[in-house]
Every structure is written in C-alpha cells, then in structure tokens.
C-alpha cells in the first residue's frame, strides 16, 4: 500500500518561501515520476512540478518556473518544493502526487496525498 504525507504549508507574506516536504511509504521502487499539484478554491486543481523518480529531469508549471524547486532524497523516500517569492495567487492547498506510468509528468498520477494548506498573505 502506498502512502503519501505531505508536510511544510502554513500562512506567509508575500515575498517569502515555504518548504513542503512529502513522504512516501510503500511500493516506491514502482515510481516512475513525482509531482505537485494545487488547488485553490473555486478552481480546477492544477500541475505545479514534477521530478522523475529515478532520475534527474524535473518539470515546471509556467506559473511557477523560477520560483519553485522539486527535489528529492530517494534514501529518505521524500519530495521537497521548495517555494520563493510566493505571491498571493500561489495560495492553494498543495497535494503531493505519484505514478508508475511513464506516460506524462502532470497527468494520470495514481497515488496522492492527504495535501497541507498555503496561505500567501499581501
């Protein structure tokens, strides 16, 4: 069974960072990539990053490119975003995602999180 907890949101101003951190338990060796998706209200949840499992390619929402950063540390089994600059309209809940499939990096993920709220104040 796999897992995904997602940790790191809270409130902040404008101008600032965050770090979410997710943790993945389970049948991991079957990842293939890893993402982040947000949703704020009244909007359709929306692709934010991703970063191959296995390798070194990671892939950014145009909205997001030069602020944001995915990493991970494949021993701990984690997924870091680490967010600068955040603006306003960053504010979403964000949801930590996985898949097996090698298809595309923002769609069709199988296993999510539970999310963990951001809040960019002005």
């Known amino acids: 069974q796999v897992q995904l907890v997602e940790s790191g949101g809270g409130l902040v101003q404008a101008g600032g960072s965050l770090r979410l951190s997710c943790a993945t338990s389970g049948r991991t060796f079957s990842f293939y990539y890893m993402g982040w998706f947000r949703q704020a209200p009244g909007k359709e949840r929306e692709f934010v990053a991703a970063i191959r499992w296995g390798g070194a390619s990671t892939y950014y929402a145009d909205s997001v490119k030069g602020r944001f950063t995915i990493s991970r540390d494949n021993p701990k089994n984690t997924v870091y975003l680490r967010m600068n600059s955040l603006k306003p309209e960053d504010t979403a809940v964000y949801y930590c995602?996985?898949?097996?499939?090698?298809?595309?990096?923002?769609?069709?993920?199988?296993?999510w999180g539970q999310g963990t709220q951001v809040t960019v104040s002005s």
């Open positions: 995602a996985a898949t097996d499939s090698r298809g595309s990096y923002y769609t069709n993920y199988d296993y």
